[in-house]
T-cell receptor, first 114, second 116 residues
């Protein structure tokens, strides 16, 4: 399977715990995006990597959120001290260097904070 | 900042009929991309169709076509001969091509229900 993969698909945690999500993009894609999607909403941008450099961060990405992309391959999104408002689907997408602009999405990681 | 508005939270269509989903956007740029993405239940989002703003011809992909009205900043999606497998959330998205942010901005989505 050469698509974008995300792990875990579902995570249930208690408020205050830390969680980490992983995204493996399509191998030849150098651009990687994290979005958050809540019920009834479209994807909201969180952060963007080009290779290993984190080039943009949304104001939604509070200091409890951190994302990395070491070596420009897979990426991790960590949420510290989770709150109930963090419950959402976290989507990862990747894009190659072509000019078409199409994003290729993973199936998402659903977080439920109790 | 660019905004994308989908004013129809839900639409329904009979199988084999045609349905149009609406999208408007706000931008001061002259060149950009517009997209429609489909998100089936519990499945990943996939691209349905793409339009480049400088191209006057409306994009078409099989049963899917767009009506791109640049002056009106409108980008609607027409699905012809609707099939049960078309049932999904549909998201309109905008992405700058030059200057500004290259981050795609999405609308809130339209849920399409297809009745057999």
């Amino acid at each position: 399977d050469t698509g974008v993969s995300q792990d875990p698909r579902h995570k249930i945690t208690k408020r205050g715990q830390n969680v980490t999500f992983r995204c493996d993009p399509i191998s030849e894609h150098n651009r990687l995006y994290w979005y958050r999607q809540t019920l009834g909403q479209g994807p909201e941008f969180l952060t963007y990597f080009q290779n290993e450099a984190q080039l943009e961060k949304s104001r939604l990405l509070s200091d409890r959120f951190s994302a990395e992309r070491p070596k420009g391959s897979f990426s991790t999104l960590e949420i510290q001290r989770t709150e109930q408002g963090d419950s959402a689907m976290y989507l990862c997408a990747s894009r190659g260097q072509g000019y078409t602009g199409e994003l290729f999405f993973g199936e998402g990681s659903r977080l439920t904070v109790l | 900042a660019q905004t994308v508005t989908q004013s129809q939270p839900e639409m329904s269509v009979q199988e084999a009929e045609t349905v149009t989903l609406s999208c408007t956007y706000d931008t001061s740029e002259s060149d950009y991309y517009l997209f429609w993405y489909k998100q089936p239940p519990s499945r990943q989002m996939i691209l349905v169709i793409r339009q480049e703003a400088y191209k006057q011809q409306n994009a078409t992909e099989n049963r899917f076509s767009v009506n791109f009205q640049k002056a009106a900043k409108s980008f609607s999606l027409k699905i012809s001969d609707s099939q049960l497998g078309d049932a999904a959330m549909y998201f309109c998205a905008y992405r700058s091509k030059s200057g500004g942010s290259y981050i795609p901005t999405f609308g809130r989505g339209t849920s399409l229900i297809v009745h057999p």
